[in-house]
């Protein structure tokens, strides 16, 4: 995926170990990790974010979708 340059949407879910951790400080790391992918010019881009947190101790990660809304804001 090249870059995207209008507006966009993110979806995130962070699959934790345990069911203790923050779900919004977590997020702001992965939106700053898209920026410096330079998949989005600057994350203020995002117009729509959807967050989940999930519990899998056997297999924590961190799954992201973003989608280019094609001009759309």
């Known amino acids: ?3 995207v340059s209008g507006a966009a949407d993110l ?3 962070f699959f934790f170990e345990s069911r203790r951790p923050d779900i919004d400080g977590p997020l702001k790391l992965v939106m ?3 920026e410096e992918a330079r998949l ?3 994350d203020r881009q995002f117009a729509k974010v959807i967050l ?3 519990h899998d101790p056997a297999n924590p990660r961190t799954e992201i979708v973003v989608r280019d ?3 759309a804001t």
Request: aromatic share 0%.
């Open 1 to 3: 995926m090249g870059s």
């Open 11 to 13: 979806e995130v879910t």
């Open 32 to 34: 700053d990790a898209i």
């Open 40 to 42: 989005v010019k600057n």
């Open 52 to 54: 989940r947190k999930r």
């Open 69 to 71: 809304r094609g001009g």
